[in-house]
């Protein structure tokens, strides 16, 4: 495998980008590799100081990045794409319906303007992640679905409108509310199914 660093200058051409080779070894359930001495299209080995030492960790759902110094390994989590729905329907309005709306699950964001007056600004965001347990003990993983409305309240910081969460095995992850006891309530329902 051949892993390309670019610089970012106007100047930078394929040709002269800078090349690593790794080897990879099969362990169980993961491919490790570390990267050979051998580095073309650059006499400068400092610019590669980043990778001396470094190990990348392969599993059918991860790459991991460990390099040498860091207590810490940098994770890049597989995305998986969903589509989705949101329907809102404001007091005494009618349903606003978004639909074919396409994010992954890593943060994937996708922003939405209503045709009511004035106009709001919603955000729906789907996250897979590791959270606390109910019990505060372990770690468990999440798969959550959020819908944030930008300025509303005259705040600075968007407001979370509603949550849903699944498991990261689950299809779909979603949710539903609606105000009580007020005539033509307010509603806001969204779900995503994963395509992919």
């Known amino acids: 495998m051949r892993l ?32 050979q001495n051998t580095f073309s299209n650059t006499s400068d080995n400092s610019k590669l100081s980043g990778l001396a030492g470094a190990t990348l960790w392969l599993s059918s759902d991860e790459l991991w990045l460990e390099t040498a110094g860091q207590t810490v390994l940098s994770e890049l989590g597989r995305a998986r794409t969903y589509d ?79 949550t849903g969460w699944a498991t990261p095995e689950s299809s779909r992850v979603g949710f539903g509310i609606e105000e009580e006891g007020i005539p033509e309530p307010k509603t806001e329902n969204a779900c995503c199914k994963k395509i992919n």
């Not at 930078?12 to 070894?25: G, K, L, M, P, Q």
Request: hydrophobic content about 35%; proline content about 5%; aromatic content about 6%.
């Open 84 to 162: 989705c729905y949101v329907a809102l329907k404001p007091r005494g309005a009618k349903v606003q319906m978004f639909m074919g709306l396409k994010i992954h699950d890593r943060g994937g964001t996708v922003e939405l303007i209503t045709d009511e007056t004035p106009a709001r600004k919603l955000n729906l965001m789907l996250r897979r992640g590791t959270w606390p347990s109910n019990s505060g003990n372990n770690l468990v993983e999440l798969l959550i679905l959020y819908l944030h409305e930008e300025g509303a309240n005259d705040k600075l910081q968007p407001s979370l409108l509603d």
């Open 4 to 35: 390309t660093s670019t610089q970012t200058t106007a100047s930078t051409t394929a040709s002269s980008a800078i090349t690593c080779v790794w080897s990879w070894e099969r362990r169980p359930n993961v491919w490790v590799a570390r990267p």
